[in-house]
């Protein structure tokens, strides 16, 4: 898989330093976001999924963040590993209705070891 | 282990010729996504399917695009005739939705069928 190519950000960051990777939503009646990791060649990978009525959840070395005010989400990925190297993509979606997941424009990490 | 499996994993095609993706969703979930992914565009939803009913299949070109689901087990996705601009990678991803379009699962996505059309 290709993923996005050419014009993503890319944030680089030294192995065993924290990373945030930020993302902006536009849609102020989404309730549920996911971060997916995509590898290349590979489909997206689900992270961490938040509801509208948290501001954090933590998982396993990553925390989502959430910020409805000012529409903004955020990954931390903790003692950043070079396994860890991939597209990150945040998406959203409106629990009820009938939408599917929309997907940001990604954010490429590069871990340098 | 449960995953999404997608065929073929590569086509390569003429243009005017007609291809046709497949996708096997998790056993039991009952939604299913075609996502095309381009550098351009990122990843764009084509379609999608509850209960293998089309529920919104509004990004998909209508012309030349079409998606299926002749059983619980088996999406389709199929393009004719096909153009060089529909190179992309193609994936399907399923989930499980219940009770008023809660997600109960995650979108489990498939590698993905890398489509070069020349």
């Known amino acids: 898989g290709e993923s996005v190519g050419l014009h993503l950000p890319t944030l680089s960051v030294q192995e065993g330093d924290n990373s945030i990777i930020n993302c902006a939503y536009s849609n102020s009646a989404s309730d549920y976001f996911i971060w997916y990791k995509q590898e290349s060649g590979k489909g997206p990978q689900f992270i961490i999924d938040?509801?509208?009525?948290?501001d954090k959840r933590q998982g396993q070395r990553v925390t989502v963040l959430l910020n409805k005010t000012v529409k903004h989400l955020s990954l931390q990925i903790a003692a950043t590993q070079p396994g860890d190297s991939a597209v990150y993509f945040c998406a959203e979606k409106t629990d009820t209705g009938r939408r599917a997941l929309t997907f940001g424009s990604g954010t490429r990490l590069q871990v340098q070891p | 282990d449960a995953r999404v499996t997608q065929t073929p994993r590569h086509k390569v095609t003429e243009m005017g010729q007609e291809v046709t993706m497949r996708c096997q969703p998790i056993l039991g979930h009952n939604t299913v996504f075609w996502y095309r992914q381009t550098m351009m565009q990122g990843l764009e939803l084509l379609a999608y399917f509850r209960n293998r009913a089309p529920l919104d299949d509004s990004g998909m070109p209508k012309d030349r695009f079409s998606a299926e689901m002749p059983d619980a087990t088996l999406a389709t996705l199929k393009i004719q005739p096909s153009e060089p601009r529909d190179s992309a990678v193609y994936f399907c991803a399923s989930g499980l939705v219940l009770g008023q379009g809660n997600m109960n699962t995650e979108a489990f996505f498939g590698q993905g069928t890398r489509l070069t059309v020349v």
């Open positions: 938040i509801r509208s009525n948290m």
